[in-house]
């Protein structure tokens, strides 16, 4: 409505961010395009939540990418550290993904 187009996004400053943070008490708002770049997640399930950069949530997993651990998507290297940019299958704890790669589907 109304008041979103007033709504400073946080992560370029401009007005009209119309996604609020999901955490209650939270009230960092941005737009869709400038989530990537904000490190910010937005669920396309369920109940169709954001989360900014502190409150997002994170994989419940114990797996680490190793030096040669490539994204099955693109078959490029996701680097040997977990990180914003990086994510594992929940079920095998195997395949990885970058998650720009995984996005595409999203979107």
């Given at each position: 409505?109304?008041?979103?187009?007033?709504?400073?996004?946080?992560?370029?400053?401009?007005?009209?961010?119309?996604?609020?943070?999901?955490?209650?008490?939270?009230?960092?708002?941005?737009?869709?395009?400038?989530?990537?770049?904000?490190?910010?997640?937005?669920?396309?399930?369920?109940?169709?939540?954001?989360?900014c950069?502190?409150?997002?949530?994170?994989?419940?997993?114990?797996?680490?990418p190793?030096?040669?651990?490539t994204?099955?998507?693109?078959?490029?290297?996701?680097?040997?550290?977990?990180?914003?940019?990086?994510?594992?299958?929940?079920?095998?704890?195997?395949?990885?993904?970058?998650?720009?790669?995984?996005?595409v589907?999203?979107?």
């Amino acid at each position: 409505g109304l008041l979103c187009s007033f709504q400073h996004c946080f992560v370029c400053g401009n007005v009209g961010a119309t996604i609020t943070c999901a955490e209650s008490g939270c009230h960092r708002s941005f737009h869709l395009p400038c989530a990537s770049e904000g490190e910010c997640v937005t669920q396309y399930f369920g109940q169709f939540r954001s989360f900014c950069w502190e409150h997002r949530p994170q994989q419940a997993v114990e797996a680490a990418p190793t030096q040669d651990s490539t994204c099955i998507v693109c078959m490029e290297p996701v680097g040997d550290s977990r990180s914003y940019s990086t994510m594992v299958c929940p079920a095998c704890q195997h395949a990885w993904f970058h998650r720009a790669c995984i996005q595409v589907g999203a979107l």
